[in-house]
């Protein structure tokens, strides 16, 4: 049985998009995501792209293929009936060369021996479409957690505290609201704490591969970030290096 772009959809995957509910992804995630179905793959990236995570859809193999090297992928999304190549091919691939990247199979295939098929393949869980999107949303974050992915504990760096487990920023007590995006940013400075993160790096954690042609987003979200942080009123800890990145650094510079 085949799966019409309208039928794959669960109804409350509509419901959940439009109320944007769900939590925010804690930590910076970015998936692939490698489904032709055109209305399925923009919903399912909106959807994850809303919980703080970074996607790129790609719509082949062949594009999967090529994205993979250059990018620091936590995930991959992968439908089987691809116009190209079966997704199997591009799991058993992976797994062949010791790549050992979470996938979760997403299709419309539902007999048992599909299902073997998947997992035999390298598959980390398989869900069936039509599916509800937080039921998504959880498996990934499950997949990620299971493929040892560093899920820290609170970061602290001076007075400031970030706990990616509640979504939740404070300095010296006071809370700060920030959007994903500059939670994702700062969570990533703070890892790096005292040492220099670059434009590239911040690109490649935070965002997904539609950002170019915006060659100063990083230096606004890092701006708006300063600027929240410094609110409190204490010294500043969020520098600029010219023409290099930026530092979360205690230290005076
Ligand atoms: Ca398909």
Redesign the pocket.
Known sequence: MKATAGQALHPGLYGCLAFGAGPYNPIPVRVLLV???RALSRAVRDGLTAQGMAVDPVGSVRDARAMLPTNPYDCIVL????PDEDGLGLLRELRERGDEIPVLVLTARGTVEDRVGGLNAGADDYLLKPFAFPELTARIRALIRRGGSAVPTVLQVADLELDPGRFRVTRAGVAISLTAKEFAILECLMTHAGQLVTRTMLLDQCWDASYEGLSNLVDVHVGRVRRKLEVTGGPPLLHTVRGAGFVLDARPR
């Open positions: 489904e032709d179905d439908d089987l009936g691809l």
